[in-house]
């Protein structure tokens, strides 16, 4: 009887192991939204990213092998807002079924305007308020997908909505003390428009929306002259960016280097931007102490 009963047994684990479903294969573009993704799916989830950390979305030129990511994926997440411009090439050339989800559905976005031409600003996710959409818009996607995870996924949605609102609540009152005549700051590029406004900082930057862009001398010299009229004590690099242009207006302005500040993708993570609410916290900082130096 006994023997019978392990007979049993094995069979029955063999049979669940046979029925278990096989983890998705969902591809994001970039690694703060792949995040986010892991973020909401947990252990449900096997999430892949196109472009790596500390690596400029803006520029990225896909690879076979990112090709066969798109191919054999069975979901894919990207920013939208004209940010993955390689997108829909990369996506048209492998013939992917896999459902494409626009990660920022429903945000407001910011227009970002240069000379006669009108763009998107992509950068949504510099305010906490829109990581929020984003992750409503990624538990969507995956509830789609897995629904036996249903439970888990809406579990995990909320644990990380608190505390994304924690991290909001927390920026706030970093901030609080800086006097708005200090609030100007100097990155590589225009990639801090939502953070600017939605914490009262006023940016500005060399270059445009895209790291593609490149300022004429004139621009340069315009922005070296509003460096000293606001006082602004410290310029910042950014974790994609060529530093060069930026130490180089620093040199010319006789400022200082605050600091790196992550834009468009998070650090390794052995480095200190390794999550989305790490990359908020430390970018604050940077930027308190970097105010507080201006006069």
């Known amino acids: 009887m006994r023997k019978w009963g392990i007979i049993f047994l094995t069979l029955l684990i063999h049979s669940s192991l046979g029925c278990a479903q096989p983890t998705p294969k969902i591809v994001v573009s970039f690694s703060i939204l792949k995040d ?14 196109l472009v790596g950390p500390n690596s400029d979305a803006h520029i990225f030129e896909p690879t076979p092998e990112s090709a066969q990511l798109i191919s054999e994926a069975d979901l894919i997440l990207i920013n939208g807002l004209g940010f993955e411009a ?30 006669n031409e009108f763009s998107p ?23 789609g ?15 990380y909505r608190k505390q994304l609102k924690d991290l909001e609540t927390w920026i706030y009152k970093e901030l609080e003390s800086i006097p ?17 406004e939605a914490y009262q900082i006023k940016f500005l930057a060399p270059q445009g929306l895209s790291t593609e862009s490149e300022p004429s001398v004139q621009e340069v010299v ?7 009229e606001h006082r602004v004590g410290v310029v910042f690099i950014e974790n994609i960016t060529n530093e ?23 650090s390794e993570k052995n480095q200190p931007a390794a999550t989305y609410v790490d990359m908020m916290k430390i970018n604050i900082q940077l930027l308190k102490s970097g105010m507080l130096k201006n006069k």
């Open 222 to 228: 315009d922005l070296i002259k509003e460096i000293k």
């Open 36 to 49: 986010l993704v892991e973020n909401v799916g947990g252990e449900a989830v096997t999430v892949t990213s």
């Open 244 to 266: 060069r242009l930026i130490r180089h207006i620093a040199e010319e302005a006789g400022v200082a280097i605050g600091g790196m500040l992550y834009s468009d993708a998070l």
């Open 86 to 115: 390689w997108i829909p090439r990369l996506v048209e050339s492998t013939k992917t079924k896999a459902k494409i989800v626009i990660a920022s559905q429903n945000i407001k976005s910011r227009t970002f305007v240069q000379g």
């Open 145 to 159: 997908l897995i629904p036996q995870s249903t439970e888990l996924i809406q579990k995990n949605a909320a644990r």
């Open 180 to 196: 708005r005549h200090q609030r100007t700051v100097i990155t590589a590029h225009d990639a801090f428009g939502y953070l600017s």
């Open 121 to 143: 600003d992509p950068h949504a996710w510099h305010d906490v308020k829109n990581a929020m959409i984003y992750v409503d818009n990624i538990e969507k996607a995956l509830l």
